[in-house]
């Protein structure tokens, strides 16, 4: 599976967007785009994932390049309760594992 | 909502007892996986399971880690003896494949392993 590169963290005005970005310059053509999230002290949670195009859910947006190089999720309005450790997985949807690196670690700030 | 659960939450032992933790998946998901999550280390997956095969174990220490799925509603992670670099969150999560997003997993609350 492809490699991601995260910033490690970010901070964002509550009711703001948060825009959380990922490259994976290496990714290949079957390899989707998968984030979750890990609220401290919870198990991480799926957010949303894309192969091509851009996608939308209850949760948030996610935007990937033309050349899939690299990805934006989008929190559209933060809040508090957003502030969690963010993580972008380059996977095939093989029977590989996701492999999670150290992430994004988002602060929502009031 | 369907959920991942975890037994227990919380557990404190000595060096050299054994500890089991036990996960029972989402009805229906016929993958399992166990994570071991530390400061140090981040996220690590020990080991998965498909249709309670496992699939791959190579995340663990064999001589001391087992993994097992007595039935298709309940994975076991067992250490004996355990030691304290085993303090560490384990997290276990469920997902069906194939099926549309097939790497959507669903984790449980964890584990919270200290070892004295």
């Known amino acids: 599976d492809a490699k991601t590169t995260q910033p490690p963290s970010m901070d964002c005005a509550e009711g703001r967007a948060a825009n959380l970005p990922c490259n994976h310059s290496t990714i290949s053509g079957n390899e989707y785009v998968y984030w979750y999230r890990q609220i401290h002290s919870q198990g991480p949670q799926y957010i949303i994932h894309?192969?091509?195009n851009n996608e939308t859910n209850e949760m948030a947006s996610l935007i990937i390049t033309e050349d899939r190089k690299s990805s934006t999720l989008i929190l559209p309005h933060a809040t508090l309760r957003d502030t969690a450790v963010y993580y972008c997985?380059?996977?095939?949807?093989?029977?590989?594992?996701?492999?999670f690196g150290k992430g994004t670690r988002l602060s929502v700030i009031a | 909502d369907a959920r991942v659960t975890q037994t227990p939450r919380h557990k404190v032992t000595e060096m050299g007892q054994e500890v089991t933790m036990r996960c029972q998946p989402i009805l229906g998901h016929n993958t399992v996986f166990w994570y071991r999550q530390t400061m140090m280390q981040g996220l690590e997956l020990l080991a998965y399971f498909r249709n309670r095969a496992p699939l791959d174990d190579s995340g663990m220490p064999k001589d001391r880690f087992s993994a097992e799925m007595p039935d298709a509603t309940l994975a076991t992670l067992k250490i004996q003896p355990s030691e304290p670099r085993d303090s560490a969150v384990y997290f276990c999560a469920s997902g069906l494949v194939p099926g549309a997003g097939t790497k959507k997993q669903f984790f449980g609350p964890g584990t919270r392993l200290t070892v004295l």
């Open positions: 894309g192969l091509k």
């Open positions: 997985i380059v996977s095939s949807s093989g029977n590989t594992p996701l492999v």
